[in-house]
């Protein structure tokens, strides 16, 4: 696992003024990169699997 710091203030900036330099300089990219990477590579249904039973806890919880 990786941690990626980004500033999302310039990130949104940029997306929202289609400045691709504020983008890139957020690294928004990196992160948006390994994300996309870690999806590509895992089982499809794991994840749905770990997804649907932390989505059950968070609404058991409230």
Same mark, same amino acid.
């Given at each position: 696992? %990786? !941690?990626?710091? !980004?500033? #999302? =203030?310039? &990130? /949104? =900036?940029?997306?929202?003024? +289609?400045? $691709?330099? /504020?983008? !890139?300089?957020? +690294? @928004?990219? &990196?992160?948006? +990169? #390994?994300? $996309?990477?870690? @999806? =590509? +590579?895992?089982? #499809?249904?794991?994840?749905? %699997?770990?997804?649907?039973?932390?989505? =059950?806890?968070l !609404?058991?919880?409230?």
């Amino acid at each position: 696992m %990786s !941690i990626f710091l !980004i500033n #999302a =203030k310039t &990130a /949104l =900036k940029g997306r929202l003024e +289609n400045k $691709e330099q /504020l983008v !890139i300089h957020s +690294n @928004l990219p &990196a992160l948006e +990169n #390994a994300v $996309e990477n870690c @999806l =590509k +590579n895992c089982d #499809a249904n794991k994840l749905a %699997s770990v997804l649907g039973e932390r989505v =059950k806890s968070l !609404i058991d919880e409230h």
